[in-house]
């Protein structure tokens, strides 16, 4: 394995530095090319002829030569090599090392490594013992060095105890170990892959000083950021309060403090990632509100109110769609299998991966961890490892997944095409034809128009997304015949649109789009198929409900992700673009305030931003949540009205989106704060409404009753 590597071998001033002419021996032996850069001291123990004749390559040394100014590259060094080995290390090169004292050769080419660094310590016993190098040692296995630790024995100082180098024929094989690993593994198999991974514990605060914490150190989702990103994957890590920096290019470190920091982070990566691995150790709780000031020392007792946080991967769980996958992690104390088994299937995560506290020396702040995945096809044990090697253990199985997953989607998409498909597409509706208004002609016009928009509807595949039989959204087209001319098929309606959204973990629904179309005008002769073309739209029926598709569905995944619906909204944008030569009103801009270009115009316009963030606010940190945490739920939609949709009207007091919203969400808000929420919240969320809305004041005065 060690054929071809280029290996920067940098020795130290210690006693063992003889023992570096062994290491070159075995990693020359095994094919490797070395190069040595020596510290002042270290040719103080060992000339650099010994080594420049046993590597064949001149030692580098000095930054440049007092003869000639000819000066060494440590920038090349570190571009050039496959790997640096420090062997032996001093206690006083680790120092170095840490803090960057870029003084000599050894340590400038430390810090321009692009190749992964082995770091073989050795010094007497008390030297090693000491907290500072067992410090900077902890800091360097944190920079993602290799710690090859030293061995107990007898020193150069004449003592016995830990701190001798380990044997050179020990060092070369855990290179040959590591570039084995680095070959066995499949390089490529996340390419193109977007992956979340939270990692570290969360800070909850209770005071400027203080906080809630725990001793997750987050090394292991560290770690396996650093594995997906080996193998091709772009990561972003959003990191609780750990002293880690991710050292791969492909990993976007997101830093927070707290759990609703970390939920904010990571709804907002996960719509684009194909998985998420929630690695993090997230605190179940916060204080209820945070001091200004640091709590002094009174009385006997102090008493912490605590409030539950939100459960991120519940909260992704129910995001998640067919195509992603999500990855959990337990720590349990008791009844392990039993309590990750429940976890797994609550959360809807696909598997889970078991740590036990029972097992000395992993988990928390150990290098090694001892795992068991979990998942629908059982139960895998495996052995006690470093994190860096159990990461590679756990993204092999999430490979496997991704594999498992394309196979299903390619198997689903081949049902797609098939006209005998019974998967679920995005919409289920019902269309009513109201045709009281026109006498003397046969109802089943209206009886065929009904069954074929129906059908249309519902077996349209509107976008790539792949929605369960449960996800899909309910919604009903009510259409008010008013004219109906035979001779010309020509129908002249209005027509009520109605969607509603699940409110989690309950049996309500909520309204999520509910306006009037004043011209809901189209031909239809009795039997006429409908086709939607999306670059070509000839026919006015099918523009008027593919617009409608798009928007409801589009608001849908707002609900559910921060702006998780703007590429399908876009899509409408586009579709009233194309139906500009259709020959009916409501597709044209400056014609009405409130017809179709108005509508998905406002929506994606920047100024609008707050009010599509108000469909997520509202519906998922808001009605969500009012199902788990009535109080909380509450608070978090007076939050949604007092920022989003105040912010949306007074940045474009003359859309009519703000308008529209409350006319159709007036009695829901009216029953969120009857009866319930200070005066003072009733007061602020009743002057939003009533500014934005004077038309409801009835409604409104209910709120601050
Ligand atoms: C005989 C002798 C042996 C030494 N052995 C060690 C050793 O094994 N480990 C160590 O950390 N320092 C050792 N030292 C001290 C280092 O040589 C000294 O801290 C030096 O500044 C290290 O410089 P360098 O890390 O730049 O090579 C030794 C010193 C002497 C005189």
């Not at 193109?192 to 939270?198: F, P, R, W, Y």
């Not at 909260?315 to 797994?344: P, S």
Request: negative net charge; contains cysteine; glycine residues 6%.
């Amino acid at each position: 394995m060690l054929k071809g590597k280029k290996i920067v071998l940098g020795i130290t001033g210690s006693i063992a530095a003889y023992k570096a002419c062994y290491i070159i021996r075995g990693l020359m032996k095994a094919g490797a090319e070395v190069q040595v850069v020596i510290t002042p001291a270290g040719k103080e123990f060992i000339t650099p002829i010994t080594l420049s004749a046993l590597t064949q390559k001149p030692v580098v040394s000095e930054f440049f030569s007092q003869r000639d100014g000819t000066w060494n590259s440590h920038v090349a060094l570190g571009l050039w090599a496959d790997a640096m080995l420090i062997a032996p290390c001093t206690a006083s090169t680790m120092g170095k090392m840490v803090s960057g004292v870029a003084d000599n050769m050894l340590v400038t080419t430390y810090l321009s490594m692009k190749a992964p660094v082995f770091i073989a310590p050795a010094m007497d016993l008390d030297m090693y013992a000491h907290p500072s190098t067992q410090q900077n040692l902890e800091r360097l296995r944190c920079y993602g060095c290799h710690i090859i630790e030293p061995q107990s024995g007898f020193l150069a100082s004449g003592l016995e105890g830990k701190g001798r180098m380990e044997e050179p024929d020990v060092i070369v094989e855990r290179l040959e170990e590591f570039f084995k690993l680095q070959k066995n593994a499949d390089t490529t198999d996340l390419q193109g892959k977007q992956v979340l991974i939270t990692a570290g514990p969360t800070y909850e605060k209770i005071d400027p000083v203080r906080f809630i914490g725990n001793y997750s150190s987050g090394k292991m989702g560290f770690a396996l950021a650093e594995e997906c990103a080996r193998r091709g994957a772009e990561v972003t890590l959003v990191a609780g309060p750990v002293a880690l920096k991710a050292s791969h290019p492909n990993i976007q470190q997101i830093n927070v403090e707290s759990c609703l920091q970390m939920e904010e982070a990571a709804l907002d990566a996960f719509p684009k990632s194909d998985a998420a691995i929630l690695c993090a150790a997230v605190a179940d709780f916060r204080p209820a509100t945070v001091s200004e000031q640091k709590i002094k020392r009174v009385g006997e007792n102090l008493d912490i109110k605590l409030v539950p946080n939100p459960d991120i991967a519940a909260e992704l769980g129910r995001m998640k769609t067919a195509k992603q996958l999500l990855v959990g992690f337990a720590l349990e104390t008791n009844d392990e299998a039993q309590n990750a088994t429940l976890k797994l299937e609550k959360k809807n995560l696909d598997f889970i991966v078991l740590n036990s506290l029972r097992n000395e020396g992993t988990c928390f702040k150990s290098d090694e961890n001892q795992i068991a995945i979990l998942s629908e096809e059982g139960r895998k044990d495996f052995d006690k490892k470093p994190k860096t090697q159990v990461a590679i253990d756990i993204i092999d199985e999430l490979s496997r997944w991704m594999r498992r997953l394309s196979v299903v989607l390619l198997f689903l998409l081949y049902n797609w095409v098939s006209p005998l498909s019974a998967n679920a597409q995005e919409l289920i509706s019902k269309v009513n034809i109201n045709h009281q208004q026109v006498q003397g002609t046969d109802a089943s016009v209206f009886n065929n128009l009904q069954q074929t928009l129906e059908q249309f509807i519902n077996e349209q595949q509107w976008t790539a997304l792949q929605f369960q039989q449960n996800e899909r959204i309910a919604c009903t087209f009510n259409i008010t015949v008013t004219k109906y001319d035979a001779t010309a098929n020509r129908f002249t309606c209005t027509a009520l649109i109605q969607a509603n959204r699940p409110v989690y973990n309950s049996a309500y629904t909520s309204t999520l789009y509910n306006n009037r179309d004043k011209s809901f005008d189209f031909d239809f002769a009795q039997f006429d198929q409908l086709n939607f073309n999306e670059e070509y739209l000839d026919n006015q029926l099918v523009a008027l409900v593919a617009y409608y598709a798009f928007l409801i569905i589009g608001l849908d995944l707002d609900s559910f992700a921060p702006m998780g619906g703007t590429d399908v909204l876009q899509r409408c944008m586009n579709l009233v673009n194309n139906a500009q030569n259709l020959d009916f009103t409501g597709w044209k801009s400056f014609e009405d305030s409130r017809n179709r270009f108005a509508i998905i115009n406002d929506y994606l316009d920047e100024a609008m931003k707050p009010f599509r963030q108000l469909q997520y606010d509202y519906y998922r940190k808001g009605l969500d949540e009012m199902a788990q945490n009535a109080e909380r739920g509450r608070t978090n939609v007076t939050t949604a009205l007092e920022t989003c949709l105040k912010k949306a009207h007074d940045d474009k007091p003359l859309s009519m989106l703000p308008q529209i919203w409350t006319d159709y969400k007036k009695d829901e808000l009216a029953s969120i704060y009857k009866g319930k929420g200070t005066q003072k919240e009733k007061q602020s969320v009743y002057d939003i409404l009533l500014g934005m809305n004077a038309s409801q004041s009835n409604t409104w005065d209910k709120i601050r009753q």
